[in-house]
């Protein structure tokens, strides 16, 4: 949806391909003069379709529990993969972010109260799914006194309530590296607690809508400080603009403020007022970052163009747990 106010002191800047903003709220406008043909994507991104039943029944578990996905509202590329293996990364805190980050299709704006019937709901999706390793993420809460920490434990409550035996990882926003709501949130009984970078420094400010590059990684100084027993995960997605020494130096600050796990993918544009892809790294550079990253000290690492933050979570966790 184009911004209300577009032709209302409208500026260009950023640097980041032909694009136009406004002046008021800082969104993306899709202009004639910067409206451009999406481009045809390269081979390797082409996904068998499921041909099972698997995906189908997925689908409706998640349509039935009226609880948002990742998947869906982020738009993400693996959602056929996943939900063929009857794997689902559920949204949590609404389906609108307070946040408008120029790479993401997720709504924002200004999101409605809480459902207190959100985690039952969730639990019991998560049951007939029948999987044995969730992954919570949220929209960003900047509009409540705590974030929306609490309603999270909340869901991870009522998930290992209903489901003893499962594993929990966790995604939520930055929290402003807050020692008191990540505590709170590893303390509820996660075993990973992961958190996005999603770009490199320079970036950041273009990219991440009032986030903070050394702020997201103060929230694994803290992580490691409350909770040494959680693994730290983090992700990114190259393709606007970076470097590769940017992308190493991004691993760099990333091991050294105690992360353990990563996952590095291509940005693919969501839709047309989104930023542009200024680059398709291909599989074999994608190959070389994880090597890269492994030397270095992660304990696991997932690097393809199509992988995501929740990508294949319960593999690398326990590749992780296996080096721990």
Known sequence: MLCPLAGEGVRSGFGL????????????LVTEGNRQRKPRLPEWFRQ???????????????????????????????????WDCGHATFMILG??????CRFCAVCHGRPGPLDDTEPDRLAEAVAQLGVHYAVITSVTRDDLPDEGTGHFVRCIEAIRGRVPDIRVEV???????REDLIKRICDAGIVVYNHNVETVRRLTPQVRSAADYERSLEVFRVARRVAPQVLRKSGMIVGLGETQD??????????????????????LQPGPDNLPVERYWTPAEFEAFERAALEMGFLAVASAPLVRSSYRASLLYQQAVGKA
């Open 48 to 82: 068998k379709l499921p041909a099972g039943q698997t995906f189908s029944a997925t689908g409706r578990t998640v349509a039935a529990s009226g609880v948002a996905t990742v998947c869906e509202s982020a738009k993400c590329p693996n959602r056929w993969q996943c």
């Open 246 to 267: 940017e992308i190493i130096e991004t691993m760099r600050d990333l091991l050294a403020a105690g992360c353990q796990m990563l996952t590095i993918g291509q940005y």
């Open 17 to 28: 391909g032909n694009v136009v903003l406004c002046g008021n709220c800082g969104k993306l």
């Open 95 to 100: 389906d609108v972010c307070t946040r408008a």
């Open 171 to 177: 995604l939520p926003a930055d929290l402003h590296a």
